[in-house]
Each structure stands twice: as structure tokens, then as C-alpha cells.
């Protein structure tokens, strides 16, 4: 496929006239020279501006790049030196832009192109206006969509990019600015599943966080289910309230859930009150020595949390099921388990794996859960860390209070791996995908 493109585009300029020829070198003097003058001047002026940009910036830019600063700071000999981070940052915004001119210029050259086979076909060139009209008739979207795209790119995608490299450095620590911040390749990687210092915390909190998002999702999965099939059954009364109820503690803000929870469950807490009112020992659910039990906590809350959402979520899903099919199930002697098991379920994991999957990713990174009813607990044995911990916990940890800013940005990106990875094999594997056809 890209031998086949490489020779198109190689017969396109050799068949190609001067004018396109011409563009190739000047932007838009192509179209000048076919009478698009507005067109033209405007592929010229984008050209002479990222020149002007490279020539004044971009190129410092790109070399501060590679290079993160070649001069340390010093306050006391009034040296203002270099800055690694924004000299990183501004190094990642000169290549959006050098991505942006690219795509520019090959936009002028096909532009320029395509009006050379108008004028091969006897066809007139369009006027700026004829353009401008067609593009806001046909291709609206695309102006709609060019400001947001811009907007992600600088917000979204330059940030990422940033925190991604940023686990290639030595960043964090003592090595901040104005100290100079050195490339380290996979040095930081290494130092997660080799170190003594960071590899057993690692692996502790890799395994917890892999159960306990598997856990979790299936846990709040099957108990949204389990709620939406009971309250479909004709002999529940009060269905409106019993569905209503739940939703409640979907509606408030989970921050104030949990710090319920954690009151709940502490000394001095209702849940421990009864304990001792009932002639038992207060228990210390939440404790440095509570690791299971804050776990389960955790489990229990997170459940209270989400489960309406997947609960509402099946009560439509289910309101949409074919009823024929079940009472063709009954004719044929097939009794409620095995209607469940060959035409509830499959129809419900049909309709919801996407979402199941945005449950796994949520769960998986789930911050708020153990930072709100155990958080700044350090554990012996962790590093940084509690039994509680999920990686998301520990990333804000290191880098946020205590600098391991690039160790940090390592399990970031150790974290999308997992997660993506896991994702799109479940759902390249999940009937969603295989079987598109089947309940449509």
C-alpha cells in the first residue's frame, strides 16, 4: 500500500504542471498564477508566517528539544539559565506546528493539483467565493470542527504528549529547575521493576489494582443487573419508588458519599457505636492494620456508587427486550435460569460491553475511593504507599507530594497501556464486536 501511494504521488509530480511545481516551492504561487489570487495569498502569508516562526523560535524551540538546556541557573551569579520543562513544553508545541504546516502544504499542493486537471478538462477555476460557498455547503464541518480540533491539540494532546516524554527523563527529586533535566530513556521503567526502592511497592500495588478492578466491575455489574431484573418482576409493588430510591446516592456527589462512609466506619462512628453498645470492642475498620477490611470498605462504597447507573442503565435495555423470543423459550421447555443464561444475558452484554469496559477503565483508576476514606496513609513495607493504594494513588503520591514527577509520569503511561490493551482485547473479543448484526 505504501509503495502504490509513493508511486502515485511520484507520477502526480512528474505529470504535473509548473505551476504545481512552482507551489511546491512557494505556497500558494500556483494558485496565484491560475487566477486564485485571494486563495494564494492566503498559502503564502501561512508560509511566510511558520518561517518567520522557525526562524525566530521554532528552531531554538526544537533544538531545546533534544538538548533540555545547555546552561544550569545560578540566583547568587545572577545566571538566569536554562529551563528544561518549558523548554520541553515549548519543544512539543514547534512540532504541533511543524505538523500543522505539513498538513498545510500538502493541502496547497493537492489544491494547486486539482485545479491543473479542471483546466486539462476544459473546466474554468473556481472563484474564492464559488470555494468559500461549497466548503460552507458541503464540508461545513470542517470550519465547525477547525477551533475545536486547534483547542484539543493545545489542551489536550500537547499536555499528554508532555506527560508521556516526561517519564523519559530524570525529572523530579532534586532535579528540577533550575537544574537541568537529562533524557533517561527507560531508566525510570527499569527502576519500577528493579529497584528495591520502588519494584515491591510496585508489584504489591500492580496486583491489588488488577483485582481490584476486575472485582469491582463485576461486583457493580451483576448487582445493577440483578436489581433491574428484580424490579422488572410483576409481583414487586412500588416499582417506581424502589427504582428511585437507589438513584439517590447516584445524584450525590460522590466525594460526600465517601466521606460519610469514612465517618461510618471510624472509631467513632455509628457502625462502631453499635459495636460497642452491643457489649463488643470498637474496631478499627479504617486503621493502619485494616488492610482487607478497608479494602472491602472500599468495594462496599464504590458499590453503593455505581451500581444505580448500571441498574438504569439495564432497566432500558431490558424495557426493549423481544418478548416472542421468551415465550418461544417457554414453549420449548426452557426454564428461567436458561432463559437468563441464553437470551437475558447475552442480550444485556451486547447492549453494554462498551460500557462495562468504561466501568473497568473508571474502576481501574478509581482515585477518589481510598484517598478520600485512607488517604496519606504510608505503610510499612510500601514506599510512599498503603495496602489500599491503587496505581492512580501512588502516581499522586510520588509526584504531587513528594516530586517523583518522572516515576510518576512511568506508571501514567504503564497505567494506559494496561488499560488500552485490556480494553480493546475484551472488546475485540466480546460479542459487540463479533456479532454487530445479531439483536438489530
Not at 504542471?17 to 498559502?43: H, T
Not at 473546466?123 to 470555494?131: A, D, G, N, P
Not at 461486583?219 to 428484580?230: E, S, T
Not at 485490556?422 to 463479533?434: A, F, Q, T
Request: with cysteine; glycine share 10%; aromatic share 16%.
Amino acid at each position: 500500500m505504501g509503495q502504490q501511494q509513493e508511486k502515485k504521488i511520484w507520477e502526480c509530480c512528474q505529470k504535473s504542471s509548473w505551476q504545481v511545481k512552482l507551489s511546491a516551492v512557494i505556497m500558494g504561487a500556483g494558485q496565484i498564477c491560475y487566477g486564485s489570487v485571494i486563495k494564494g495569498i492566503l498559502f503564502l502569508l501561512a508560509e511566510v508566517s511558520m518561517i518567520l516562526y522557525f526562524v525566530t523560535r521554532g528552531w531554538h524551540y526544537i533544538w531545546g528539544f533534544f538538548t533540555l538546556g545547555t546552561q544550569t541557573g545560578d540566583a547568587w551569579l545572577g545566571i538566569e539559565g536554562d529551563n528544561s520543562v518549558v523548554m520541553l513544553l515549548m519543544g512539543i508545541f514547534a512540532w504541533i506546528v511543524l505538523g500543522i504546516f505539513i498538513l498545510l502544504y500538502r493541502w496547497n499542493l493537492k489544491d494547486v493539483y486539482r485545479m491543473q486537471k479542471r483546466i486539462e478538462q476544459g473546466k474554468r477555476i473556481l472563484t474564492f467565493r464559488e470555494e468559500a460557498g461549497q466548503l460552507l455547503d458541503k464540508k461545513f464541518y470542517v470550519l465547525v470542527l477547525v477551533l475545536p480540533v486547534l483547542g484539543v491539540c493545545v489542551f489536550n494532546i500537547l499536555p499528554i504528549i508532555f506527560m508521556i516524554l516526561i517519564a523519559f527523563t530524570n525529572y523530579g527529586g532534586d532535579i528540577v529547575p533550575p537544574e537541568l533535566v537529562d533524557w533517561v530513556g527507560l531508566s525510570n521503567f527499569k527502576k519500577l521493576v528493579s529497584l528495591s526502592q520502588f519494584a515491591p511497592t510496585f508489584f504489591k500495588i500492580l496486583g491489588w489494582n488488577m483485582i481490584w478492578a476486575a472485582a469491582s466491575t463485576a461486583l457493580n455489574y451483576f448487582a445493577g443487573i440483578g436489581l433491574a431484573l428484580l424490579l422488572e418482576k410483576d409481583c414487586v409493588k412500588g416499582k417506581a419508588f424502589w427504582r428511585a430510591f437507589p438513584v439517590l446516592s447516584y445524584a450525590i456527589p460522590g466525594f460526600i458519599t465517601l466521606l460519610a462512609f469514612k465517618f461510618m466506619f471510624s472509631y467513632g462512628g455509628p457502625v462502631n457505636q453499635l459495636i460497642i453498645a452491643g457489649g463488643g470492642s470498637a474496631i478499627g475498620f479504617l486503621d493502619l492494620d485494616a488492610k482487607w477490611s478497608a479494602r472491602l470498605i472500599g468495594l462496599f462504597v464504590n458499590c453503593w456508587i455505581s451500581v444505580p447507573s448500571i441498574m438504569l442503565l439495564a432497566t432500558g435495555h431490558l424495557s426493549n427486550r423481544d418478548i416472542s423470543l421468551y415465550e418461544a423459550a417457554k414453549i420449548d421447555g426452557a426454564g428461567r435460569w436458561k432463559q437468563f443464561q441464553k437470551l437475558t444475558m447475552p442480550f444485556i452484554l451486547f447492549s453494554t460491553m462498551p460500557v462495562l469496559l468504561g466501568q473497568f477503565i473508571g474502576n481501574f483508576n478509581n482515585f477518589g475511593i481510598f484517598y478520600f476514606l485512607r488517604g496519606g496513609l504510608y505503610l510499612d513495607g510500601y514506599f510512599l504507599a498503603s495496602d489500599t493504594d491503587l496505581l492512580i494513588n501512588w502516581l499522586y503520591n510520588l509526584s504531587i507530594d513528594n516530586n517523583y514527577y518522572c516515576i510518576g509520569a512511568a506508571i501514567s503511561l504503564i497505567i494506559f497501556l494496561i488499560t488500552s490493551v485490556i480494553s480493546l482485547m475484551v472488546y475485540v473479543k466480546s460479542p459487540s464486536y463479533r456479532e454487530e448484526d445479531t439483536f438489530q
